[in-house]
T-cell receptor, first 111, second 112 residues
């Protein structure tokens, strides 16, 4: 399977703490995207980082990309109970329109 | 502006039955995708359509067919359903490569 891997599989933190999740993939990529999914509903796009970028910020989100290690990380700062969800990375396979999703990290933020 | 819509929301099939899952987007996107999500797992790409008139296989195409009816609509057909196709199916659309995907709410399919 080409499916990417994420770690940790599950993460439980207190409100106000930072949450970091990591993604590894196996192919060359156009871009790497992060999505959030609440309770089996549709995915919501969070942030996209292109293969020639190393770091990107959006509000409380910070994403890094290391193409030499085929890995990315998502940092959520000052987490809130509303951030409780599953988070998935999606690697855009270079030269194609295909995306390979990671297995996801289940984040629980305790109020 | 409804975004990406999928019908039906829920479906139960018996083994061997056929059905078509419908997907439509109103964002004038070029690319459309079909994924399946099994419990505790990420999404796996079944088929995609980079632009109107083209379709290509993804990671898990066996047992499925697709039709890009026009720019707005992309349907997924199960010709002879099997219990292994029990899953949640998501449709997504995008402007193209290097752009975010917008997802529909999903179809929960159970094959008995």
């Amino acid at each position: 399977s080409q499916q990417g891997e994420e770690d940790p599989q599950a993460l439980s933190i207190q409100e106000g703490e930072n949450a970091t999740m990591n993604c590894s993939y196996k192919t060359s990529i156009n871009n790497l995207q992060w999505y959030r999914q609440n309770s089996g509903r549709g995915l919501v796009h969070l942030i996209l980082i292109r293969s020639n970028e190393r770091e990107k910020h959006s509000g409380r989100l910070r994403v890094t990309l290391d193409t030499s290690k085929k890995s990315s990380s998502l940092l959520i700062t000052a987490s809130r109970a509303a951030d409780t969800a599953s988070y998935f990375c999606a690697a855009g396979v270079a030269g194609t329109y295909k995306y390979i999703f990671g297995t996801g990290t289940r984040l629980k933020v305790l109020a | 502006n409804a975004g990406v819509t999928q019908t039906p929301k829920f479906q139960v099939l018996k083994t061997g039955q056929s059905m078509t899952l419908q997907c439509a987007q109103d964002m004038n996107h070029n690319s459309m995708y079909w994924y399946r999500q099994d419990p505790g797992m990420g999404l796996r790409l079944i088929y995609y359509s980079a632009s109107e008139g083209t379709t290509d296989k993804g990671e898990v195409p066996n047992g499925y067919n697709v039709s890009r009816l026009n720019k707005r609509e992309f349907s997924l057909r199960l010709e002879s359903a099997a219990p292994s196709q029990t899953s949640v199916y998501f449709c997504a659309s995008s402007t193209g490569v290097d752009y975010e995907q917008y997802f529909g709410p999903g179809t929960r399919l159970t094959v008995t």
